[in-house]
């Protein structure tokens, strides 16, 4: 890292309140005594002196520099010193020319500095009608007035600078501490989950490394801070460091994927997404043969042998044996414009939020065509994503893919999706295990704010293994296929107009008074839950350890570190999954972890307290949708915990993190929720995936059915271990969260009677 010079600060002013530049100064001076002691001078030329204060004219008569007296005498500023050297030079001059006057100075009396130190925390610019009258009063001259307050204005901002920069330099070094500090812990090679010496090739070492790279994102940036505060290169783009541990490393690993050399001309690329949109468009619309009807579970079934011909897929014999394709298509209608839809799915942060279930990293790697503003028809752009399903035991999906969005119609919209092959030179390899042939939607504008979408998803994945508990949902194309899509777009539009709703019934909004609490109390519940979806798939960035609980339960463990990040408790966090699958349906499940009157029965923390529902928020038509904040009294104290309950045809969750009571009450009054400090823990429930049966998810009290099957549930505790980042994870913190897993599951099989489950 280069050494930035810093001999030379600008004269920016940092500081514009003229107190708050004094209250600066005092730390460089002794502003009282030095102003009373000393004397200010005036430097009065002859005719033919040069060097004027004013503009610099050496043939008028008055023209004077007035020196500053706040440093005057003993702690004079070198500017005086400097004047003074001048001064002696000419009088050698003048004693060989004779041809130039010698100067005169004039000090300021102890009276005129108070009276113009008075007038200058008042008003620092003075203009002439002040100037005029403090002269009067002080038997000066405007002009000597006028100097003084210039060259006391310039000697402020020299020291804001001097302390701006000494500031600087502290926090550099303060960094440069650090990432010492972290090189040393990476050579001591210790393991981040159970803190016992290790080798340096383990696992923890990565994890390490990824810290000290988030350290030396922040270093660069404080370095450009500098380099701007000085003044010598122009300010880059924004280099704010990332909150937590996993953020960084998201960014980076999406980011580093793009070399920016096409392999393609940007024609061929039109032309493959203009084939691939008119695939798409058959795909969305045809019948059968292309399409059969599944007989016993209702679901469209691709005929690949048809669909080879009619898209005459090249070495299609040849697809078979080497990948798995997945293909599915599903219609549905989402209550939400077909603007804001089109705009959701062209942002990759939009469209990230849009699905959290499904999407754990998203970016817009390179934009081809930018489209007709307003509304993007005709966009092109690269874009990578890293697919996912809740639990640690489905490998992710890296997809590297071009979009293309086009208008059909005045009322019909069509984005595609397609894997490009030498779309760029040197593509990872790691992103060609899975493909996305064309796939989409067909959004129909319809009336009243809905919209008719057509899903087609087509993937070609190379094969993998998967655990047992999810390879049958996994490899019958429900985890990553069309339905799922479906699902969770409806859910999340249904989520947001409810969200912008001003006349919600009172019974679906209770405990809470105003429509600006009931807004921050729903933003709240969906950040906990976006956290919650990021903290527990099995996601590149994080590292996951296989612990067995003296139980005998499969607990998967894995650490971060949280710098700076308020929307989380700050330090090191841990946190604890475990996926079981249970003879009981996902309907049967959902109702009981997420009533409150039955809360106790499972959960631990309670320790057997009543517990009761203050705040209940709808966000959706189902009565399972909902955001509750519940209170455990007990004779010790009191807690609260918000809960966001979610379900649609495809999967549920129950996530809830207890909240500070102070900082709730202030949410729910309709304050700002952004900065308030969350760490979910919950569950995730999904059919098993035998589809003997309708895989629907439903909060409405029906009829059990026998042969209705089993839950796939994931279960995920995080807690805080420690509130230094620096610290170490220890052997007790994984202990401690892998009983409250096993207790917790024990609990919820006895309470089911599925104790042999």
Known sequence: MGVVDMTNPPTKDFFASPALSLSLAGIFRDAGATAEASASMELEEGDEGSGGGGGGSGNKKDDTVEISSENSGPARSRSEDDLLDHDEDEDDDADKTKKKKRKKYHRHTADQIREMEALFKESPHPDEKQRQKLSKQLGLAPRQVKFWFQNRRTQIKAIQERHENSLLKQELEKLRDENKAMRETINKACCLNCGMATTAKDGSTMAEEQQLRIENAKLKAEVEKLRTVIGKYPSGASTTGSCSAGNDQENRSSLDYHTGIFGLEKSRIMEIVNQAMEELQKMATAGEPLWVKSVETGREILNYDEYVKVFSVENASHVRPKRLIEASRVTGVVFLDLPWLVQSFMDANQWKEMFPCIISKAATIDVIYHGEAPNRNGAVQLMFAELQMLTPLVPTRDVYFVRYCKKLSVEEWAIVDVSIDKVEENIDTSLVKCRKRPSGCIIQDKSNGHCKVIWVEHLECQKSSVHTLYR?????????????????????????????????????????????????????????????????????????????????????????????????????????????????????????????????????????????????????????????????????????????????????????????????????????????????????????????????????????????????????????????????????????VTTIISCTLHNIRTSLECEDG
Request: hydrophobic share 35%; net charge neutral.
């Open 472 to 736: 049958t949902i996994v490899s019958s194309g429900l985890a990553f296929g069309a339905r799922h899509w479906m699902a969770t777009l409806q859910h999340q539009c249904e989520r947001l107009v409810f969200f912008m709703a001003t006349n919600v019934p009172t019974k679906d909004s209770t405990g809470v008074a105003t429509l600006a609490g009931r807004k921050s109390i729903l933003k709240l519940a969906q950040r906990m839950t976006w956290s919650f979806c990021h903290a527990i798939g099995a996601s590149s960035y994080r590292t996951w350890n296989k612990v067995t609980s003296k139980t005998g339960e499969d607990i998967r463990v894995s650490s971060r570190k949280n710098l700076n990040d308020p929307g989380e408790p700050l330090g090191v966090i841990l946190c604890a999954v475990s996926s079981i699958w249970l003879p009981v349906s996902p309907t049967i499940l959902f109702d009981f972890l997420r009533d409150e009157s039955r809360r106790t029965e499972w959960d631990i923390m309670s320790t057997g307290s009543p517990v009761q529902s203050v705040v209940n928020l709808a966000k959706g038509k189902d009565r399972g949708n909902a955001v509750t904040i519940q209170t455990m009294k007990s004779k010790e104290n009191s807690m609260w915990v918000l809960q966001d309950s979610c379900t649609n045809t495809f999967e549920s969750m129950v996530v809830f993190a207890p909240v500070d009571i102070t900082g709730i009450q202030s949410v729910i009054t309709g304050c700002d929720s952004s900065n308030t400090a969350i760490l979910p823990s919950g569950f995730s429930i999904l059919p098993d995936g035998l589809e003997s049966r309708p895989l629907v998810i439903t909060s409405r009290h029906e009829k059990s059915n026998d042969n209705e099957g089993g839950s796939l549930l994931t279960i995920a505790f995080q807690i805080q271990t420690n509130s230094s980042p620096t610290a170490k994870l220890t052997m007790e913190s994984v202990e401690s």
